[in-house]
């Protein structure tokens, strides 16, 4: 349909201006630019992804986590996505505090309701 050509056409504008402020280390302007795509998106586990990093190169860690596991468990089936963990679960080992106790939460998510290409090493679980 025309309307969602144009939702697709604007949102793939604003990802391209968001990684151009990337690309200029304008963290801020991309986390911006990002969280309209998540607006116009919400599924769009790039664009949460990427925010999700800006925020951290602006030493928002906890803005960061936070954000990521809101997209999770608005959607665990769908957004249980091994790059969005891993990246997750690296969050959590920066942050240091309850790191096991978080990423065992996901594991117990994963395991309720990841597919089958989950791979469970992105948790970076100690064996």
């Known amino acids: 349909s025309v309307n969602a050509a144009?939702?697709?056409?604007?949102?793939?504008?604003?990802?391209?201006?968001?990684?151009?402020?990337?690309?200029?280390?304008?963290?801020?302007?991309?986390?911006?630019?990002?969280d309209r795509?998540?607006?116009?998106?919400?599924?769009?586990?790039?664009?949460?992804?990427?925010?999700?990093?800006?925020?951290?190169?602006?030493?928002?860690?906890?803005?960061?986590?936070?954000?990521?596991?809101?997209?999770?468990?608005?959607?665990?089936?769908?957004?249980?996505n091994n790059t969005l963990v891993f990246n997750l679960c690296t969050l959590y080992d920066l942050r240091s505090e309850n790191s096991v106790r978080d990423k065992k939460y996901l594991m117990q998510l994963a395991a309720r309701y990841g597919s089958d290409a989950f791979d469970p090493s992105v948790l970076k679980l100690p064996m």
């Open 37 to 80: 795509v998540l607006q116009v998106d919400p599924d769009n586990l790039v664009a949460a992804n990427n925010r999700a990093v800006c925020w951290l190169f602006t030493c928002e860690l906890g803005r960061a986590i936070q954000s990521l596991e809101h997209v999770v468990r608005r959607d665990p089936a769908r957004n249980l």
């Open 6 to 34: 144009h939702v697709q056409a604007h949102t793939l504008l604003l990802m391209n201006r968001a990684y151009l402020a990337l690309s200029a280390q304008q963290f801020p302007v991309a986390a911006d630019y990002f």
